[in-house]
């Protein structure tokens, strides 16, 4: 009888916790071979609560209170286009607002549903209507930390209608569900509303790693990783190419970069002659050249070890700290070496300044900005991965 209810009881137990985790694994539109970045906290806290504050990590969110950086507050929450067109930015409960009015009467509005960019010299913003995402005419500077017309947007008037395509969310975002439809040779694509999974996840650089979850939690004490590929055991190129995909550019992809997995050849994705192009700074826009300019290097060529993390640590956010890569540099060149810098400086001025000397800022041709009411241009700078000696 006792016997009986403790077998029915744990029977019971047993169905209430697989049910529980039924429910409590959310549905990931990827599909099930991921595992969301969440589950990864469990067993690898610190590189999860790390990779909160980085760059990746805020590449793209929901549009809300806090992830849109610029001010919905008069005077600053607005932009005056000719011929006293303003674009305003409201709220209403928990929505967000472009609203255009032309003498004082609303001509158009757009609602606020995804920010794109962290922040670190501008931040822009879509906006879902019947199946398309929009990019809003008003986007957030930095520099001017403000308002202002979105990069390449008609300076007259604020336009609505920049679709933007899926290659957008291929860098910015982890995955976006839509349908490819060819009228003619003429190809749109149409979007399910909030099917995103927004920011560079932890599976977006290590591929699906649900059979890696599931393995490790039946066997915890296993200490060496199944199911997950070792980035370790790459190639130089395999390695380099895993951030190249959203590293070199823009560029026409010849298939959904969200197929891409670590340990893919990038040259089956974008033609090989796009990455051919010679590494001129001036080429450059808010969309970076890294992976040209730094595989042009001497640092790069003349080693056989260099790859991205040989300075930049993916888990962390490491903006700002110069002297930190200034480390890195000193790796290879060391003082007292042949390899060393022969600039005449004092070794104290080098020590800190590597970074400065050899990979500096540069003015990019492309972004300019006019913010608010101004007529003066703001050049955009980029830290060149060019590594030479600048006179
Ligand atoms: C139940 C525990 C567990 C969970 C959950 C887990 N891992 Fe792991 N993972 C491990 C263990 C154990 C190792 C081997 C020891 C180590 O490298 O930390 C490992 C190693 C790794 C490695 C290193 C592979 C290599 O090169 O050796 C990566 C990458 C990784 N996990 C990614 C992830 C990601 C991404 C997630 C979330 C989707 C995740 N893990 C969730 C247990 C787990
Ligand atoms: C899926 C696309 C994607 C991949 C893959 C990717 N990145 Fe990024 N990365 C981005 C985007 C987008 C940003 C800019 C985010 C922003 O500023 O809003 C960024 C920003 C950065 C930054 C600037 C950080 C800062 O503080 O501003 C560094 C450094 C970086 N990535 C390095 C890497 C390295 C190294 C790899 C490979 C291990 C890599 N990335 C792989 C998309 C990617
Ligand atoms: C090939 C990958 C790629 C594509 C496609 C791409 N971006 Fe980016 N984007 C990046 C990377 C990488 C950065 C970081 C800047 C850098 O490289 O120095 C960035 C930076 C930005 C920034 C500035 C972020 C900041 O923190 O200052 C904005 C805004 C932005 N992108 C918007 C867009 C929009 C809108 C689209 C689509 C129309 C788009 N991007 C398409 C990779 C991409
Ligand atoms: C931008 C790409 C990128 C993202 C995002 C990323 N990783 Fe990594 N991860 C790498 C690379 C590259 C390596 C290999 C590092 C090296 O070469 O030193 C690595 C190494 C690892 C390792 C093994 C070595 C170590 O540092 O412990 C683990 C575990 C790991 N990642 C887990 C995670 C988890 C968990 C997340 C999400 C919270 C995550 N990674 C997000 C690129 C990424
Ligand atoms: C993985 C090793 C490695 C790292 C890390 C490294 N370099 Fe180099 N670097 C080299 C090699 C190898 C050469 C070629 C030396 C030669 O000409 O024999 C080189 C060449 C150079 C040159 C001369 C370039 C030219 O065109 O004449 C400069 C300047 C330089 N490095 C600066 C730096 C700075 C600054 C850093 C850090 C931001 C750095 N390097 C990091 C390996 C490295
Ligand atoms: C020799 C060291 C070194 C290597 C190798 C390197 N970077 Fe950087 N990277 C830097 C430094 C230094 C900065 C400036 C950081 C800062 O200003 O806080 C930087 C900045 C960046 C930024 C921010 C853009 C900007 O304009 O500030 C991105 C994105 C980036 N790196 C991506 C990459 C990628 C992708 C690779 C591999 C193709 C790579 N880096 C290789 C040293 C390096
Ligand atoms: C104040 C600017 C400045 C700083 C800081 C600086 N360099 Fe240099 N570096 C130069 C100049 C200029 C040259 C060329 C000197 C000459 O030969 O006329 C040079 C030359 C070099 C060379 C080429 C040497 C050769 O074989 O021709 C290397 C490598 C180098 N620097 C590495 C470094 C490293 C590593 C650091 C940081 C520890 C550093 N530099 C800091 C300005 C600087």
Same mark, same amino acid.
């Given at each position: 009888m006792y016997k009986r209810s403790f077998y029915l009881a744990t029977c019971i137990t047993a169905c209430v916790l697989i049910l529980s985790q039924c429910i409590g694994r959310k549905e990931d539109p990827r599909g099930d071979a991921f595992a969301g970045d969440a589950t990864c906290s469990s067993c690898h806290p610190s590189a999860y609560a790390a990779h909160q504050h980085t760059a990746h990590a805020f590449a793209s969110a929901p549009a809300g209170g806090h992830s849109v950086l610029g001010s919905f507050i008069a005077p600053n929450n607005s932009f005056l286009f000719p011929g006293n067109v303003v674009v305003r930015m409201e709220q209403n409960k928990n929505r967000y607002y472009q609203s255009a009015y032309a003498n004082g009467q609303l001509q158009e509005q757009a609602t606020f549903d995804i920010t794109i960019g962290q922040g670190r010299k501008a931040q822009t913003y879509l906006s879902w209507h019947d199946g398309k995402y929009f990019q809003l005419p008003l986007s957030w500077f930095r520099p001017v930390n403000n308002w202002a017309n979105s990069p390449g947007f008609p300076a007259t008037y604020p336009y609505y209608k920049r679709e933007i395509a899926s290659s957008c969310f291929g860098c910015h975002s982890s995955y976006v569900q839509y349908e490819t439809r060819f009228e003619g040779v003429r190809k749109t694509e149409s979007f399910r509303e909030n099917k995103v999974v927004f920011g560079i996840t932890c599976e977006r650089c290590h591929g699906p790693a649900q059979e890696h979850v599931a393995f490790h939690l039946q066997h915890p004490d296993e200490k060496s990783a199944h199911? +997950?590929?070792? +980035? !370790? &055991?790459?190639?130089r190129q395999q390695q380099v190419d895993m951030c190249a995909v959203c590293h070199a550019g823009l560029k026409t992809p010849q298939? #959904?970069? =969200?197929? =891409?997995?670590? !340990?893919?050849?990038?040259s089956d994705y974008i033609m090989? #002659?796009?990455?051919?192009?010679?590494?001129? &700074?001036?080429?450059? #826009?808010?969309? !970076?050249?890294q992976y040209q300019l730094l595989t042009a290097s001497k640092c790069f060529r003349m080693s056989n070890t260099m790859t991205c993390t040989t300075c930049h640590d993916p888990h962390q956010d490491q903006r700002t700290d110069l002297t930190a890569y200034t480390k890195k540099c000193m790796s290879c060149h060391q003082p007292g070496t042949a390899n060393f810098c022969t600039s005449k400086e004092d070794i104290k001025v080098l020590q800190q300044q590597c970074v400065n000397c050899h990979m500096p800022e540069q003015p990019s041709s492309v972004i300019t900005l006019l913010a608010g009411g101004q007529q003066q241009p703001i050049a955009d700078s980029l830290r060149s991965h060019l590594i030479k000696i600048y006179r």
């Open positions: 199911n +997950i590929t070792r +980035i !370790g &055991q790459f190639t298939r #959904d970069l =969200f197929e =891409f997995r670590p !340990g893919d050849r990038l090989a #002659d796009y990455f051919a192009t010679p590494a001129e &700074q001036s080429a450059n #826009d808010v969309h !970076g050249r």
